[in-house]
Nanobody
């Protein structure tokens, strides 16, 4: 399995930007589909975006399309989430995950990071 560590969270005003990173250990990063998921206070964890092994195919939650961009650098074993035009409703713990399938269903992802807090103030 791969170990995942997120970074880049923080407090930002509405309309601002943040870039999250997810560093993966091991030499098999490129063999995994990678995803970002988030959990807001009092809510279920939800899918945000996923990216194929090559990075050529992506899928986004409707509410983040056009504002968030998922990308990966397989040479650096790192996954990214560029978040622009942030809204208070984006406030959540963001967690990266690795799995074998290009699917947004959380239970298909066996490897998870610890998460990083993103807080967007109005």
């Amino acid at each position: 399995q791969v170990q995942l560590v997120e970074s880049g969270g923080g407090l930002v005003q509405a309309g601002g930007s943040l870039r999250l990173s997810c560093a993966a250990s091991g030499r098999t990063f490129s063999s995994y589909v990678m995803g970002w998921f988030r959990q807001a206070p009092g809510k279920e964890r939800e899918f945000v975006a996923i990216i194929s092994r090559s990075g050529l195919t992506t899928l986004y939650k409707d509410s983040v399309k056009g504002r968030f961009t998922i990308s990966r650098d397989n040479a650096k074993n790192t996954l990214y989430l560029q978040m622009n035009t942030l809204k208070p409703e984006d406030t959540a713990v963001y967690t990266c995950a690795a799995g074998p399938l290009f699917i947004s269903t959380q239970d298909k992802y066996p490897c998870w990071g610890q998460g990083t807090q993103v807080t967007v103030s109005s």
